[in-house]
C-alpha cells in the first residue's frame, strides 16, 4: 500500500508543475499583450499630437519656446511672487518715468550721486568708528565675453540683412506682405504711444499672453487653425486674380555648395 501511494505522489507532481507552467505562461503573455498593447497606444497618442495643429507650427512646448531656463518660469508664472513682483517693478517704473515724468539720465545721474555720497561717508567713517569699510566689488569685462557678445549680434544683424534682401528682391511675395502689414501696425501703434509705454505694453504681453496660451492651448489652436484655413482660402484666390500677374524679380537664388 505504501508502495502505490508513492507512485501516486510522483505522478501528481508532473501533473502540478505543468498545470503551473501553463498559469505562468498565460500570465506572462497577458503582460506581454498589455505591455505591448500600451506601447502601441502611446504612438498612437504620440502619432496624433504631431498630427495637431499648433499655432505658428509650434513643435516644442511653451516653455521651450520662452528659451526654458528662469525667464521662461517668470514669464509662465510658475512661481507667482517672483513674477508679480517683476511685474510690479516694470509697473513702478512705467509710473515714475511716464506719469510723473521723470527722467532717464536724471535719475541715474541722481542715483549714482546719492550711491558715491554713501560710500564715500561709510569709507572715512569706518575709520573713526572702528567698522570695517564697505567691500566695493571690482567689476571687469572678460575679452572673452565682450567677443560672444559682439559675435552674437553680428550673427543677428547679418541674418536681419538676408532677410531684408531676400524681401526687396521680389522673392517671396507672402514675406514681402507680412513685413509691410508689421510695419504697418508698428507706426501705428509708435504714433499712439512712446517707446517706454511701447515696451512696457510689451513686456505686458510677455507676462500674459504665454501663461493664458499655455492654459487654453487646445481651444486656441482648435480656432487658429479654422482661421488659416480660412486665410489660406482667401490668399489663393487673391493670389490667382491678381498676385500671380505681378512680374517677380530678376535675382536667382545662388546655389549652395
Request: net charge neutral.
Amino acid at each position: 500500500m505504501a508502495e502505490l501511494e508513492g507512485e501516486r505522489e510522483r505522478e501528481r507532481e508532473p501533473v502540478a508543475e505543468s498545470v503551473e507552467d501553463k498559469i505562468t505562461e498565460k500570465i506572462d503573455g497577458g503582460d506581454s499583450s498589455s505591455s505591448s498593447s500600451s506601447d502601441s497606444d502611446d504612438d498612437k497618442l504620440d502619432a496624433v499630437k504631431s498630427k495637431v495643429f499648433r499655432l505658428f507650427g509650434r513643435e516644442k512646448p511653451v516653455h521651450k519656446v520662452l528659451g526654458g531656463g528662469k525667464p521662461a518660469d517668470v514669464f509662465l508664472w510658475r512661481n507667482k511672487k517672483i513674477s508679480a513682483g517683476v511685474l510690479g517693478g516694470a509697473t513702478a517704473v512705467w509710473v515714475f518715468f511716464e506719469l510723473l515724468e521723470y527722467h532717464l539720465i536724471t535719475l541715474l545721474c541722481h542715483l549714482s550721486i546719492f550711491s558715491l555720497a554713501v560710500l564715500f561717508l561709510w569709507s572715512n567713517a569706518s575709520n573713526f568708528l572702528n567698522k570695517p569699510p564697505p567691500k566695493i566689488p571690482e567689476v571687469v569685462l572678460s575679452e572673452k565675453c565682450v567677443r560672444e557678445v559682439a559675435s552674437g549680434l553680428r550673427i543677428e544683424i547679418n541674418r536681419g540683412f538676408v532677410v531684408l534682401r531676400d524681401i526687396a528682391s521680389g522673392r517671396d511675395l507672402k514675406k514681402f506682405l507680412a513685413v509691410i502689414a508689421g510695419l504697418w501696425a508698428l507706426s501705428l501703434v509708435g504714433s499712439c504711444c512712446n517707446i517706454l509705454t511701447l515696451l512696457y505694453i510689451s513686456f505686458v504681453l510677455l507676462h500674459t499672453v504665454p501663461v493664458l496660451y499655455e492654459k487654453y492651448e487646445d481651444q486656441v489652436d482648435a480656432y487658429s487653425e479654422k482661421t488659416w484655413i480660412e486665410i489660406k482660402k482667401q490668399y489663393a484666390v487673391v493670389d490667382e486674380k491678381y498676385l500671380s500677374k505681378i512680374p517677380k524679380g530678376p535675382l536667382k537664388e545662388k546655389k549652395k555648395d
